[in-house]
Structure formats: structure tokens, C-alpha cells
């Protein structure tokens, strides 16, 4: 999501986040931690949710639309490298192949497609 935010609105926009976070969601904004951790590796949903909140409403104008615009980038992305993953006419298929993509997010919340 960070990476989405510094290709949408450039280096110095992310980079001056952390400044502006509060100091127990700072670390969940550095892109090199990120960029270190493992694939499983996770936030907690609250302070994921708090983070998310906060970089809209620091960033955008707390409208919601910069996470929209972020989300849409993300999905473009799975979709176009994904090699197979949508197919036309078979809309059951490709939610199948992105539920992965879908859930990853949250652990420990059930979802139901």
C-alpha cells in the first residue's frame, strides 16, 4: 500500500508520513521495514485500520478517495501480472483465483465471497 502511495504521490509525501504518524503507528509506515519483512509477517487489523485512516486523511483529504485509488493501482497490478488470473465470462473462476489476493489482508476475520 505504501509503494501504491509513493508511485501516486512520490517519495517526499510517504517519506514525510512517519514524521506525522503517531509514534506506535511510525514503524507500520517505514517502506525499507517493509521491504525487509517476510510475506507472512502482519499488522494488527486495528492499527492496520488506524494506519490506513491516517494516511488518507495526512495524504488525501479524508474523503477515502486516495485508498480507493490506491486499491484500484494494487488490483491492476494482480490483475495485469497475474497471467490467467481474469478471464471474460467467468467472473466465479477469477474471484477464485483472487480470493488469495483478497484475504491476505486479514488474518483471523472471516470473509465470505
Known sequence: MLEATER???VPAVAGLR?????RLSPHASLDRLRASA?????PLDEGEELLL???SLLGDGSGKLLESIGS???ARVLSQGGGVARAGDLYGT????Q???ERPFIGVPLVF
Open 95 to 98: 474471484v477464485a483465483r483472487l
Open 39 to 43: 510475506a507472512l509477517d502482519s499488522v
Open 19 to 23: 514524521a506525522r504518524l503517531p509514534p
Open 54 to 56: 491516517a494516511v488518507d
Open 8 to 10: 501516486q504521490l512520490g
Open 73 to 75: 493501482d494494487l488490483a
Open 100 to 102: 488469495t489476493f483478497l
